[in-house]
């Protein structure tokens, strides 16, 4: 061990190097650069040490080398990786865990933490269920599900989070534990919402639902027409079922070659939809926003639940990009109209994307095994800012997102969505936006009991309580 805490020696390298089976590297290795990736290319990771993790057993390595030489971990997955600086860390990638088995028929799931949600879907789809996936198919389902997990489903059935019933995870001790309810339910609470702040996950188990299809997909109107959309989408979710979720974003597309042909270089508002009940009902629910004028793209209809992807259309390929997030209590004809006015038709707006989602339903229920996912009763809608640049335009872009949440004030909780929070979120009082008050308080208490050192602290941190 070396003398000094925070270092390392040659030495303690080949010692690691030598327990683990996966690739140990240090900043100018060959493999380095290649092993740290991320989706936002605003982020770039500088790790003391990279662990590229092949099973339980290197994670347990590389946590307690971290701990024997003080030195915080991070972890990165295989889908969007962390939005957070690993500067100074031991990284760990668990990429290489891959695991993925789905029992129909018992209607459980057990996912590595590598696994992307593509591949899930890939999977499933072929017997006839169906999870509670991201909007993106990069994402990866261990990290997109402990954040909570917000997807196309979730007015009917809730949080991904509230449907996990077992979780494999290296603590900060290097003890792998299986955590359910009985064995550990503090941790069991805690690891569902408050995503890397107590271990490393390496597989997660849940449950899933048939579903071969249902009615939903996108329509792509012209910018002219998003102050219709957005109001009537406003008195629209005023009353619609939980089967039902519904998004619309405002998208201000390039001239590249991924977006099609008829939506690119222009601002379109795009509806995007899925209702688990029947075909026709859900044209009925749908109609009057085609009764609204003549859209560029008409893509709703009976959709293969393989086919799920097609709904937001996210992009797949690597971006720079600033994000910002906040959750509404009411959507009043005010707020659209402030939300059209910093990204609407005019407003000369530098934002990729500005979204509106229907919240509500199961999202803001209790699930019968509670756990940390905060905001949920409060909040009925979900705004979801994406601005692209280079560094050189970072603060002009962060500054233009804020002022638009800050236009949003009246209406908002004032609360944050941990999936949707990113680097200028990482400070531990912003952090907290993310829990109920009583929940950060336990979490700081768990945190305490766990992790007291904060090894685990390149993330949205939660702090051990004093």
Not at 250 to 266: G, I, S
Not at 306 to 335: C, K, N, Q, T
Not at 452 to 463: E, G, K
């Amino acid at each position: 061990m070396s003398s000094t805490p925070g270092t390392f020696s040659a030495a303690d390298i080949a010692a690691l190097t030598a327990t683990v089976a996966g690739p140990v590297l240090v900043p100018g290795d060959e493999g380095y650069a290649e092993e740290i990736p991320t989706y936002n290319l605003t982020v770039v990771h500088t790790p003391a040490v990279v662990v590229g993790a092949t099973s339980a057993a290197d994670v347990q390595a590389a946590v307690r080398f971290a701990a024997a030489h003080d030195l915080p971990v991070a972890v990165l997955g295989a889908g969007h990786g962390s939005s957070v600086s690993s500067a100074g860390s031991v990284l760990i990638t668990t990429r290489r865990l891959t695991g993925l088995a789905i029992d129909e028929t018992a209607k459980t799931a057990r996912v590595e933490a590598g696994v992307r949600w593509g591949e899930f879907v890939e999977q499933a789809s072929k017997l006839g269920v169906a999870a509670l996936n991201g909007s993106s198919p990069t994402v990866t389902v261990v990290s997109y599900t402990l954040g909570g997990g917000l997807g196309p489903f979730g007015r009917k059935y809730g949080y991904a989070a509230d449907h996990v019933t077992a979780l494999d995870v290296v603590t900060p001790d290097g003890e792998l534990r299986h955590v359910t309810a009985e064995t550990e339910p503090d941790l069991f609470w805690a690891l569902r919402g408050a995503k890397g702040n107590f271990g490393v996950v390496i597989a997660i188990e849940f449950t899933v639902f048939p579903l071969q299809a249902f009615y939903g997909g996108g329509i792509f109107f012209p910018g002219e027409l998003a102050g219709e959309v957005l109001h009537l989408f406003r008195e629209w979710t005023k009353d619609l079922p939980e089967e039902m979720s519904a998004s619309v974003g405002l998208l201000h597309l390039p001239p590249a070659p991924f977006v099609p042909e008829p939506l690119r270089d222009r601002l379109v508002a795009h509806l995007r939809i899925t209702y688990l009940g029947g075909p026709a009902d859900g044209a009925v629910l749908v109609q009057p926003f085609r009764e609204l004028g003549t859209p560029i793209i008409d893509a709703v209809g009976p959709m293969p639940y393989a086919a799920i992807a097609a709904v937001h259309s996210d992009p797949v390929d690597p971006l720079p990009i600033y994000e910002h997030g906040a959750l509404l209590r009411e959507l009043p004809a005010e707020a659209v109209d402030t939300i059209l006015r910093y990204a609407g038709p005019g407003s000369d707006s530098p934002l990729v994307l500005a979204e509106v989602r229907h919240m509500g339903g199961a999202l803001a229920r209790t699930p019968e095994v509670p756990n940390a996912v905060g905001n949920r009763d409060q909040t009925l809608y979900n705004v979801f800012l994406v601005a692209a640049g280079g560094p050189p335009d970072a603060a002009a872009l962060h500054a233009y997102e804020q002022k638009l949440i800050d236009a949003l004030a009246p209406w908002s909780t004032g609360r944050r969505y941990l999936n949707f929070m990113f680097a200028n979120d990482a400070d531990p009082q912003t952090a907290a936006l993310a829990y109920a008050p009583e929940s950060y308080e336990r979490l700081a208490g768990i945190k305490r009991r766990f992790d007291p050192a904060n090894l685990f602290r390149i993330n949205h941190n939660i702090p051990p309580a004093n």
